[in-house]
């Protein structure tokens, strides 16, 4: 029975059904609602330490334009902002920065004078870029899986796991309400899930990044307690107790990042499979997967049928994927 609702609840995009759930516990839409206010607030207080601005010289390293230097404004101005004054190639094309060695998000301010350069995904290594684009495909995977059931049944959002390009799919790691654990997706599930994807991506709207004190990230992850475990163990990583936000719209997440510029860089994007992982816990968590390319680097559509079928295949922490014959299976996920 549970199957068939869940079934019903994502093929309807406008369906409304009654929470089963305590009145004092959020909604869904409530619970996004407060923790995009707390990245607000945090945000602007950040800003507010920074009463008058100061000009950063930022010098750009390039292989056009080389040597050619911007007068920044510091905390405010980002390196899209230095991308705006070079070309707009470079604002369309390029998806992270490095300042001064170190990649950096596109919509993050500069802190300090600095030397700063563009990646794209046609470098000769475009690694870093490519992990970038995972990441970021993932957190929309992870918003979709998250209001696709409205508050008819419980998600709680784990992890999205780091598997290199090469795996063929994204992953998030999500646990389902107790009543979904014989629910199988069908294709118009994901045909479904793919469509409120689409949704968020033609919204064209920025990665924003934030880096905040625990104390901070565990009121605005309060209701979710793998968050909460995941922002005491990465806080007790750095020495200053630092944990990195990343939001796009009014989506939060725990994310180390960098992310790509803007929502509207997925072109071909499908949420394409969904397995059970084996583990330790009592709970049942779900990997879902996805496959996408991004708007410069459209594909052939035979050739994104097979892609597509390949990132059905479970893909295994170390990047592998699953066997045919199953011979592999999923490690236990850490929360």
């Keep these: 029975m549970a199957a068939r609702w869940a079934t019903l609840c994502l093929r309807s995009q406008h369906a409304r059904f009654i929470s089963?759930?305590?009145?004092?516990?959020?909604?869904t839409a409530e619970i996004v609602q407060m923790r995009n206010e707390l990245f607000t607030k945090e945000k602007e207080r950040q800003l507010s330490l920074y009463p008058r601005i100061e000009k950063i010289e930022v010098k750009y390293v390039g292989k056009s334009h080389p040597g050619t230097s911007f007068v920044m404004n510091k905390a405010?101005?980002?390196?899209?902002?230095?991308?705006?004054?070079?070309?707009?190639?470079?604002?369309?094309?390029?998806?992270?920065?490095?300042?001064?060695?170190?990649?950096w998000d596109m919509y993050q301010p500069l802190t300090k004078s600095c030397e700063i350069q563009f990646l794209t995904?046609?470098?000769?290594?475009?690694?870093e870029v490519n992990k970038a684009y995972w990441r970021s495909c993932a957190m929309i995977m992870a918003c979709v899986l998250k209001q696709a059931f409205k508050d008819e049944y419980s998600?709680?959002?784990?992890?999205?796991?780091?598997?290199?390009?090469?795996?063929?799919?994204?992953?998030y790691d999500v646990v389902l309400d107790s009543r979904l654990d014989d629910?199988?997706?069908?294709?118009?599930?994901?045909?479904?899930?793919?469509?409120?994807?689409?949704n968020l991506i033609h919204k064209d709207v920025p990665f924003e990044t934030l880096h905040v004190e625990a104390k901070v990230a565990l009121e605005m992850f309060q209701h979710n307690r793998y968050k909460m475990d995941s922002i005491e163990q990465k806080a007790s990583q750095n020495p200053e107790g630092i944990v990195k936000?990343?939001?796009?719209?009014?989506?939060?997440?725990?994310?180390?990042?960098?992310?790509?510029?803007?929502?509207?860089?997925?072109?071909?994007?499908?949420v394409s499979a969904a397995h059970n992982l084996q583990t330790s816990q009592s709970e049942s968590i779900r990997r879902f997967q996805g496959l996408s390319l991004p708007?410069?680097?459209?594909?052939?559509?035979?050739?994104?049928r097979r892609l597509l079928e390949?990132?059905?295949?479970?893909?295994?922490?170390?990047?592998?994927?699953?066997?045919?014959?199953?011979?592999?299976?999923?490690?236990?996920?850490?929360t």
């Design 121 to 127: 995904f046609k470098d000769e290594n475009p690694e």
């Design 295 to 304: 708007v410069h680097l459209k594909a052939h559509h035979t050739v994104w």
């Design 183 to 198: 629910w199988k997706p069908t294709d118009d599930n994901f045909r479904s899930l793919t469509k409120d994807a689409y």
């Design 310 to 334: 390949r990132s059905r295949r479970l893909v295994i922490e170390d990047g592998s994927l699953e066997a045919k014959d199953g011979s592999l299976e999923a490690k236990t996920v850490s």
């Design 76 to 103: 405010l101005s980002t390196p899209y902002n230095c991308a705006m004054h070079l070309s707009e190639w470079h604002c369309k094309k390029s998806v992270l920065a490095l300042v001064d060695g170190e990649l």
């Design 155 to 171: 998600v709680s959002l784990i992890r999205a796991p780091e598997v290199p390009v090469i795996s063929g799919a994204f992953c």
């Design 20 to 27: 089963t759930a305590p009145a004092s516990r959020l909604s």
């Design 245 to 270: 936000l990343h939001r796009f719209g009014d989506v939060v997440d725990i994310s180390e990042g960098p992310h790509i510029p803007r929502t509207s860089f997925c072109f071909q994007y499908e």
